[in-house]
C-alpha cells in the first residue's frame, strides 16, 4: 500500500517554457503532499506543501509565482514550473503520508532539463 | 532551526556489516525516519523509530536514543544493490514534516 506516482518521470524543455509535473497517490487519500528538490549530491530540500483545497505553504527562498502547486483533489497534486530556465534543473520529487507521524512516501521523481 | 550529521561516504566490503551513524538537533522531536536513495531515484522508506532501542527488520536494523540525539542504521550481510545514499530524516515536533541530511553515500564493493 501507500504508492505514489509522478509523471512524467523525465522531462526537457527550452528555457522559458512551463513545465506541470503531476502527483497521484494511488491507493490511499492525502490531504498534504510534499514538494521536493534535489541538486546532485544535495540533500532533499522541502519546497512546498501542498493542501488539499487551499493554498500551498512555500519554504522560505522558494518563489509561489514561479512555482505553481494546485492540489485539487485528495489524491492529485500538480507543480508548474513556470518560465523555466537551465537553472531550474533539477530532480523535483513529489511525496505523500497516510497520517501526521507515518513515513512519507515517495513518487518516482522527474528529472527536469531546461535548455 | 534543524541540524543533522551523517558521514558524507563509507566503504564496506559485500558480505559484511556496516554502520551509519546520524547525530540530529531538532525543534522536539516524533521520531526518526531512514531512507535509501540510489542513484537517480526517490527514497524509498526503510525504518521509523519513535521509542528508545533498537528496531529490527530482515538484514536492516536501525537504533535511536533521544536523550543523545543519536540514531544509527545497521546494515547485515551486504550486497552489492546496498550500494545507495542513506538518509537520516528526523521528525521535528509541530509540524510534522521530517527533515533531509545529504545521507551517507555508501559504496559495498566484492
Known amino acids: 500500500g501507500a504508492v505514489v506516482s509522478q509523471h512524467p518521470s523525465r522531462v526537457i524543455c527550452k528555457s522559458g517554457t512551463s513545465v506541470k509535473i503531476e502527483c497521484r497517490s494511488l491507493?490511499?487519500?492525502?490531504?498534504?503532499m510534499f514538494w521536493y528538490r534535489q541538486f546532485p549530491k544535495q540533500s532533499l530540500m522541502l519546497m512546498a506543501t501542498s493542501n488539499e483545497g487551499s493554498k500551498a505553504t512555500y519554504e522560505q527562498g522558494v518563489e509561489k509565482d514561479k512555482f505553481l502547486i494546485n492540489h485539487a483533489s485528495l489524491t492529485l497534486s500538480t507543480l508548474t514550473v513556470t518560465s523555466a530556465h537551465p537553472e531550474d534543473s533539477s530532480f523535483y520529487i513529489c511525496?505523500?503520508?497516510?497520517?501526521?507521524?507515518?513515513?512519507?512516501?515517495f513518487g518516482n521523481g522527474t528529472r527536469l532539463t531546461v535548455t | 532551526g534543524q541540524n543533522i550529521d551523517q558521514p558524507t561516504e563509507m566503504t564496506a566490503t559485500e558480505g559484511a556489516i556496516v554502520q551509519i551513524n546520524c547525530t540530529y538537533q531538532?525543534?522536539?522531536?516524533?521520531?526518526l525516519f531512514w531512507y535509501q536513495q540510489h542513484a537517480g531515484e526517490a527514497p524509498t522508506f526503510l525504518s521509523y523509530?519513535?521509542?528508545?532501542g533498537l528496531e529490527e527488520k530482515g538484514r536492516f536494523s536501525s537504533f535511536l536514543s533521544r536523550s543523545k540525539g543519536y540514531s544509527y542504521l545497521l546494515l547485515k550481510e551486504l550486497q552489492m544493490k546496498d550500494s545507495a545514499s542513506y538518509l537520516c530524516?528526523?521528525?521535528?515536533?509541530?509540524?510534522?514534516?521530517?527533515?533531509f541530511g545529504r545521507g551517507t553515500s555508501l559504496i559495498v564493493h566484492p
Open positions: 531538532t525543534s522536539g522531536f516524533n521520531g
Open positions: 491507493d490511499f487519500q492525502a490531504t498534504t
Open positions: 530524516a528526523p521528525l521535528p515536533g509541530g509540524s510534522y514534516i521530517p527533515t
Open positions: 523509530n519513535v521509542l528508545d
Open positions: 511525496s505523500a503520508r497516510t497520517g501526521d507521524g507515518s513515513p512519507l512516501h
